[in-house]
T-cell receptor
Framework: GNSVTQMEGPVTLSEEAFLTINCTYT??????LFWYVQYPGEGLQLLLK?????DKGSNKGFEATYRKETTSFHLEKGSVQVSDSAVYFC????????????FGGGTRLMVKP | EAGVTQFPSHSVIEKGQTVTLRCDPI?????LYWYRRVMGKEIKFLLH????????ESGMPNNRFLAERTGGTYSTLKVQPAELEDSGVYFC???????????FGSGTRLTVV
C-alpha cells in the first residue's frame, strides 16, 4: 500500500535557525509529492509540491526535492520565523487513485523569538 | 473567490447522538473529498465525490457514516450514532481534478463525550 512517514514533533527552533523535516514514502506507483501546512485555527494549505523525480518545490522560503532513489521529500528552510509555527504534513497522490492524498502524521513546528 | 466552507467549526455531542457536518466546496469544483484526523494521528481519506457520484468511499470506517452530495454542490457527512472513537477533525477539500490542487476547509472539530 501507500504510506508516508515523517518525523515526529514537536520541533522547537529559535528564530533564524535552519529547519529540516524529514519525509519518506512508499507507493505502488509514481506519486506526486506535497507539503501542506496548517496554521493555528486555519485549514490545510498547500505549501509546495513536486510531480517527478529531481523536481524541487519551493514557496515562502521552503524547499523540498523529490528524491526517487531514497523515496524522500524532506522539507527545508534556511531561516525560520515565528510566523512559520504550524503543523506540517507530507503527502502523496497517485493519479490512478482519484487524486486522493495519503498523509503523514504531521510535524508540529514551534519557533521561538 | 470564496474558499471551501465547513460548518460547524466545532461540535460536541454525546455518544449515541447524531451529527451532520456540512461542506460547501468552491463553486465549479467537481471533486469533493472528506478526510479526518483522529487523536493527532495522520489525516486519513474517507471518500471522494465527482459531482454527485461517490467515486471512492473506501475510507469510510463503517456504516454509521453516511455522505451525500445532492446536486453535486454541497456535501454532508452524517454520523449516526456517534461513538467516542469518532472524535477528531473532519476536513473537506475540493478540486477541479488537477493533482495536488486541493483547497481545504478549516475543518470541523467533533468531540463525542
Amino acid at each position: 500500500g501507500n504510506s508516508v512517514t515523517q518525523m515526529e514533533g514537536p520541533v522547537t527552533l529559535s528564530e533564524e535557525a535552519f529547519l529540516t523535516i524529514n519525509c519518506t514514502y512508499t507507493a505502488t506507483g509514481y506519486p506526486s509529492l506535497f507539503w501542506y501546512v496548517q496554521y493555528p485555527g486555519e485549514g490545510l494549505q498547500l505549501l509546495l509540491k513536486a510531480t517527478k523525480a529531481d523536481d524541487k518545490g519551493s514557496n515562502k522560503g521552503f524547499e523540498a526535492t523529490y528524491r526517487k532513489e531514497t523515496t524522500s521529500f524532506h522539507l527545508e528552510k534556511g531561516s525560520v520565523q515565528v510566523s512559520d509555527s504550524a503543523v506540517y504534513f507530507c503527502a502523496l497522490s497517485l493519479n490512478n487513485a482519484g487524486n486522493m492524498l495519503t498523509f503523514g502524521g504531521g510535524t508540529r513546528l514551534m519557533v521561538k523569538p | 473567490e470564496a474558499g471551501v466552507t465547513q460548518f460547524p467549526s466545532h461540535s460536541v455531542i454525546e455518544k449515541g447522538q447524531t451529527v451532520t457536518l456540512r461542506c460547501d466546496p468552491i463553486s465549479g469544483h467537481d471533486n469533493l473529498y472528506w478526510y479526518r484526523r483522529v487523536m493527532g494521528k495522520e489525516i486519513k481519506f474517507l471518500l471522494h465525490f465527482v459531482k454527485e457520484s461517490k467515486q471512492d468511499e473506501s475510507g469510510m470506517p463503517n456504516n454509521r457514516f453516511l455522505a451525500e452530495r445532492t446536486g453535486g454542490t454541497y456535501s454532508t457527512l452524517k454520523v449516526q450514532p456517534a461513538e467516542l472513537e469518532d472524535s477528531g477533525v473532519y476536513f473537506c477539500a475540493s478540486s477541479q481534478g488537477v493533482p495536488g490542487s486541493y483547497t481545504f476547509g478549516s475543518g470541523t472539530r467533533l468531540t463525542v463525550v
